[in-house]
């Protein structure tokens, strides 16, 4: 057996993008607020490392701030076609140099636009207002607006990863990778279903 499960991950990944009709790269990503309320989303991760994974973001977003207050994540692919779920816990950094560059710009231009315009989480007070604002950065702009200083990538670290895998009668196999730093190696352990 490989001593990373991120090659595991790579597998099921490129299994999934054969099989899943869309987004086969979406996760539900948790983060806690700052009273400890959980909060869940769908996000599409981006890339994947071999010792971790990014999604790109507004830093000033809901999701960008709890983040920032609280470095500690979790979430999970589910491939219903594959009957396979992956969970993972981690920690976070920001990725805002060249990856988050080289993302930004591989972005259709409405998208990068969309990344100056939106005040994501905030409040919007009608529809209008938010074509207003991408109507004042396209001609700010023009063709070429650079990666802003609130956007940019979240990296998870993971310190533990289990693989989910659906069973006859509902005997799933379970198999859980973990360690208590991010320079540790993984132990592995098989659990009940």
């Known amino acids: 057996m490989d001593k990373n499960p991120i090659i595991k991950i790579l597998e099921w990944y490129n299994e999934a993008k054969k099989s899943e009709i869309n987004d086969p790269d979406a996760i539900t990503l948790a983060t806690v607020d700052d009273k400890g309320f959980p909060n869940i989303r769908t996000v599409l991760l981006r890339k994947i490392d071999n010792d971790s994974f990014v999604f790109f973001t507004n830093y000033n977003s809901q999701k960008g701030k709890e983040i920032e207050q609280n470095n500690k994540i979790a979430f999970s692919f589910h491939w219903k076609t594959l009957a396979k779920q992956i969970r993972i816990r981690g920690i976070t950094e920001k990725e805002n140099g060249t990856v988050a560059d080289d993302y930004y710009n591989s972005r259709a231009l409405g998208s990068r636009i969309g990344a100056w315009a939106s005040k994501q989480s905030s409040i919007l007070n009608n529809r209008e ?20 200083d609130f956007w940019g990538g979240i990296r998870i670290r993971p310190l533990s990863i289990e693989f989910w895998k659906e069973g006859k009668y509902r005997l799933h196999e379970r198999e859980l990778w973990k360690r208590s730093n991010i320079d540790d190696d993984w132990s592995i352990k098989n659990l009940y279903p």
């Open 129 to 148: 207002e938010l074509l207003d604002r991408i109507k004042l950065m396209e001609n700010k702009f023009k063709s070429n607006p650079p990666r802003p």
